[in-house]
């Protein structure tokens, strides 16, 4: 019961943390990890350069690297995006 009522904490604090990204961000981190389409993909659909792909996503990671710095929650979301 403790580990579930962790791991729907966890969850609510990556949705928040999701919802503080940009539209473009959120985009972007969905087409690349979710659909798991290749950069060059990603950058066609949103009609960017490759490298702006690249630092849109770099920058969405540092932005959740930094609202996420709990104990665990890395692994919940690697658990959730490999879905």
């Known amino acids: 019961m403790i580990i579930s009522q962790t791991e729907a904490h966890h969850q609510e604090i990556l949705k928040q943390a999701i919802n503080q990204l940009s539209n473009r961000q959120k985009e972007a981190i969905t087409l690349l990890y979710i659909e798991g389409l290749s950069y060059p993909q990603i950058s066609d659909i949103m009609s960017l350069k490759v490298r702006s792909v690249y ?3 770099h920058t ?3 932005s959740l690297r930094k609202d996420l710095n709990q104990p665990g929650i890395w692994f919940l979301l690697t658990a959730l995006l490999s879905v």
């Open 55 to 57: 630092n849109l996503i």
């Open 60 to 62: 969405a990671l540092e």
